[in-house]
């Protein structure tokens, strides 16, 4: 029996990928890399989002900008959604940003649409393998009931203590987004703030597909699956 999780995914997609413009057509963002598994054309969105279900995420947020309609073309004319194996109903919208201007401004953007608190925030081009969902929703619980502080956000990190692309978060992260460029931004204004930011172990390693060296990577860890 599979795991459905009643919490919110805010997928950061909009990225250009300046680094990998050797591996991407025209006007394609880096989430959609072709990523090399044994099944041809698969791109890393596909991949992640394909983990994402299985670990019980049900509901999609999409945070689209550069290559907004490659995305939408890919999810929604996939047959049955090839990121769906098991043919789960999913809730997938799409949070447009008409120019980039940083993946802050992106998220407070997409927070209306947001009907779980809290939620996850995925970064679209980093993957963390061997995550369980369930045990980091209980310590983001377990820390917000010990804080005195009415936001807390959980980083989750691989084993030395780097953040590995998702993050447990509330909806009132949004009071920090603004006069940031990136979420990252806030993060650290939180760290700054005793009790507002915790961490929760989640991974040996991450990776990120933002480089021809990182994609690389990604790609030997899929052809071993």
């Known amino acids: 029996m599979m795991i459905e999780l009643p919490y919110y995914a805010v997928v950061l997609c909009g990225g250009k990928g300046t680094r990998l413009v050797e591996r991407l057509s025209p006007g394609v963002p880096k989430c959609m890399a072709d990523v090399g598994t044994t099944v041809a054309g698969v791109t890393f969105i596909e991949f992640l989002m394909t983990e994402l279900v299985r670990l019980g995420v049900r509901s999609f947020i999409l945070c689209i900008g550069h290559g907004q309609e490659a995305i939408r073309r890919h999810v929604f004319e996939s047959p049955g959604h090839s990121f769906n194996p098991k043919r789960q109903v999913l809730r997938i919208s799409f949070s447009e940003d008409p120019e980039p201007l940083g993946t802050a401004p992106a998220l407070l953007r997409a927070l209306p649409l947001v009907r779980s608190n809290p939620f996850l925030l995925v970064n679209g081009d980093t993957y963390c393998p061997g995550v369980d969902l369930e045990m980091a929703f209980e310590h983001h619980r377990e820390a917000r009931l010990s804080s005195r ?4 956000v959980t980083l989750l990190t691989d084993n030395q203590d780097r953040h590995c692309g998702l993050a447990v978060c509330q909806l009132s992260l949004g009071a920090y987004l603004h006069n940031h460029i990136n979420v990252e931004e ?8 005793r009790g507002m930011l915790v961490t929760f172990p989640a991974c040996e390693r991450f990776y990120d597909i933002g480089s021809p060296k990182g994609l690389e990577e990604f790609k030997r860890l899929c052809l071993s699956y």
């Open 149 to 152: 502080e009415s936001l807390v």
């Open 186 to 193: 806030a993060f650290s204004v939180l760290w700054r703030k």
